[in-house]
């Protein structure tokens, strides 16, 4: 994947009213590279996806994190800020997928942490607006305890939704150490000029 440096992420953040936003601070520097790829096809800060290409968990890794104890590890997660649409995100932020005790060295972060909410792709309806969904990695705390899935919520629909990621993620000690998004459509919506 081509690299994108953090002046360009933290940019299109910006543009797409992601930062500053409730989960990622006006301060916020990333400190690894997320890389975010479907079927071969990389996430790259904010480009289009259609519903039916991310209908399988994308192939997660980052860059490891200088200066820090091997033995660190990192919980992922994966929120649509605006869901059901974005013109009315009530049920932001809606959880897609978390997975927590990842090891420092970055490697597919679904075959190296622990699943604690299964993957759901994201289905945003035809006639919404694309979504804006973001991929966010964070640094454990190494007192902290191992987080389970009854730490993050059940799987059901109606689990997902309105999702605290913010006061979670605060709750459990996680620092935000990096990040990348992309935008989410309906296999039958329809591109109007205005709406991106």
């Known amino acids: 994947m081509a690299a994108i440096d953090s002046a360009a992420l933290l940019s299109t953040l910006s543009a797409a009213s992601l930062l500053p936003s409730p989960v990622i601070p006006s301060t916020f520097q990333p400190t690894v590279q997320l890389s975010v790829s479907f079927n071969e096809t990389p996430v790259a800060a904010g480009n289009l996806f259609r519903a039916s290409a991310c209908k399988t968990a994308p192939t997660?890794?980052?860059?490891?994190?200088?200066?820090?104890?091997?033995s660190t590890k990192y919980t992922f997660i994966l929120i649509d800020p605006d869901a059901p649409t974005p013109?009315?995100?009530?049920?932001?932020?809606?959880?897609?997928?978390?997975?927590?005790?990842?090891?420092?060295?970055?490697?597919?972060?679904?075959?190296?942490?622990?699943?604690l909410t299964e993957y759901l792709g994201p289905g945003p309806k035809d006639d919404s607006k694309p979504h804006r969904y973001l991929f966010l990695l964070y640094r454990e705390s190494e007192d902290a305890k191992e987080l389970t899935k009854e730490d993050v919520g059940g799987e059901e629909f109606?689990?997902?939704?309105s999702f605290g990621a913010k006061e979670w993620a605060e709750k459990h000690g996680l620092v935000l150490v990096g990040v990348n998004w992309m935008l989410g459509a309906g296999d039958g919506w329809k591109e109007a000029k205005d709406e991106l």
Do not use: C, L
């Open 60 to 70: 997660v890794t980052f860059t490891p994190e200088h200066g820090v104890n091997p």
């Open 87 to 115: 013109d009315d995100p009530k049920f932001a932020y809606w959880r897609h997928w978390v997975i927590g005790s990842i090891p420092s060295n970055g490697d597919d972060v679904a075959k190296s942490g622990k699943v």
């Open 158 to 161: 109606v689990q997902r939704r």
